[in-house]
């Protein structure tokens, strides 16, 4: 259980309950210091020369690498995610500021040709990008460390200061990255914390110190934040929630599909991934033999202590995330669900969990379960499935299993989506590829190519009669 007090949050390992730190809570007075001492950093990153960014992002990432195995695992006690997990979402985190320290040389105007225009052929027009200004960072509690980095790497590679509020849950890996970055040597007051919990996030979004406000997190969170922050005009860069559908056909490759489901849903953040394979659509031919092969693969996952090697399935982040999952599991056999395999809760532990019989507008299925729980829809067609898919608020990933190339190009085409794999799952992110979603999942775009345009303005330069 976690302790809020005035000033402290306690952290706890949620596999076991182990105080292990505590997080300062900031009050508005130290909120609003720091929102103005960072318009200092936003002027010392902004005279940064683009070298010299690259070169201290390349520090910040030799500094987490060399603490990767400490980061690993005090991340794995906070958060609850699998040690091996937890040690590939730190690498990821070094190649992301490794990647952005290369990006930050590599941010381009254009030269717009004015002979176009007659009258205008002397004149010569060119655009540069400049920094936004200050960046206000909202990291949720599933990936902090890897989601972090793709927000201060960001930032800091386009020239930015930026404020980080990290997750109230699970903060301290961050808290000791953002060490790093201090001993790196970015300028006074480029990277500061803020620590706490919706109140700190409210206070950024309405604050007209803040030029953007970048969240992950749950739609809902989305919409307050964008609410808040359309007073002062503010950019909003919203990476929000989904219920990303799977659709196997008849002709796909059913152990891999299994084992998508298994590694996308059941097997890795615990379920807790927004692109996460979160609705099964099967064409009715094959449902009972991926069912089989999913139970066989299923059954095999070892559950336990997130700081063993060859644990699979750790807890959720919170034994009140566990009892909501639970309660939708429940909801849905209630519906008429069959309970396959799991359903079961021990603390903050949910136990992988099939679902079969699973209608496609129920309401159990229709938000997003946030844990490890793989509903399969029985359906007629790809073309069926597609339609039900699509009939969602949300469209982050999808995905589509089939060994016919074109048809995955046609239903692909057709899936409301940010992007689709095919045969693969959707919980897939690689950060030199462009994420993000369409409708009620946010509209932005995080990667290495598109974060920086975001998190910079583009000024038109117009030089008369430049040309002779």
């Known amino acids: 259980m976690t302790t809020t007090t005035a000033t402290t949050i306690e952290i706890r390992n ?29 002027r010392a ?24 195995q400490e980061l690993a695992n005090l991340l794995a006690r906070e958060n609850g995610k699998p040690i091996a997990q937890t040690r590939g979402e730190v690498a990821a985190a070094i190649r992301i500021f490794r990647g952005f320290a290369e990006e930050s040389k590599r941010i381009f105007g254009r030269q717009i040709p004015l002979d176009a225009v007659p009258g205008l052929e002397r004149n010569l027009a060119f655009t540069r990008r400049e920094p936004l200004g200050v960046i206000a960072a909202i990291v949720p509690f599933n990936y902090p460390v890897e989601l972090y980095a793709h927000k201060a790497a960001a930032a800091l590679a386009a ?34 914390l803020l620590g706490g919990g919706p109140e700190v996030a409210s206070a950024l979004a309405s604050d007209p110190g803040i030029n953007l406000i970048s969240l992950t997190g749950s739609t809902v969170a989305g919409r307050a934040i964008s609410a808040l922050a359309a007073p002062t005009l503010k950019r909003v860069h919203l990476e929000l929630g989904s219920n990303d559908p799977m659709i196997v056909c008849a002709d796909a490759d059913l152990d891999k599909a299994a084992e998508a489901i298994v ?6 953040g615990n379920g807790q991934i927004c692109c996460a394979v979160k609705r099964i659509f099967v064409e009715d031919a094959v449902h009972d033999e991926l069912a089989a092969k999913l139970l066989e693969q299923a059954r095999g996952l070892k559950i336990g202590d997130p700081l063993e090697e060859d644990t699979e399935v750790g807890p959720l982040i919170t034994e009140a995330a566990a009892k909501a999952v639970e309660a939708s599991i429940q909801q849905a056999v209630a519906d008429g669900a069959t309970l396959a395999l799991g359903g079961g809760r ?15 507008n129920e309401p159990a299925i229709e938000m997003e379960i946030f844990g490890p729980v793989a509903p399969l829809v029985r359906v007629d067609s790809a073309e069926q499935a597609v339609d039900f898919a699509n009939d969602s608020e949300y469209g982050l990933h999808a995905a589509v299993f089939t060994r016919d190339i074109s048809r995955a190009f046609k239903l692909a085409a057709r899936l409301e989506a940010g992007g689709v794999i095919v045969n693969g799952s959707t919980a897939l992110r690689s950060e030199n590829l462009p994420f993000g979603g369409v409708k009620q999942t946010g509209g932005a775009r995080e990667g290495l190519h598109d974060t920086l345009r975001d998190m910079t303005e583009e000024k038109t330069i117009i030089v008369m009669d430049a040309l002779g």
Request: net charge negative.
């Open 45 to 68: 990153m902004a005279a940064l020369p683009a070298h010299a960014r690259a070169d201290l992002l390349q520090r910040i990432a030799d500094g987490i690498a060399a603490r990767e």
């Open 159 to 192: 020239g930015n200061a930026v404020i980080v509020k990290p997750p109230e849950k699970c903060p301290l890996a961050v808290i000791e990255i953002a060490e790093i970055v201090e001993q790196a040597g970015a300028p006074q007051h480029a990277h500061q």
């Open 14 to 42: 949620p596999a076991d309950g182990e105080l292990i730190g505590t997080l300062e809570v900031a009050d508005a007075a130290q909120i609003a210091t720091t929102i103005a001492n960072a318009q200092e950093g936003r």
């Open 263 to 268: 590694l996308g849903r059941l097997a890795r």
């Open 346 to 360: 021990d603390g903050a532990f949910v136990q992988p969990t099939v679902l079969t019989g699973v209608k496609p």
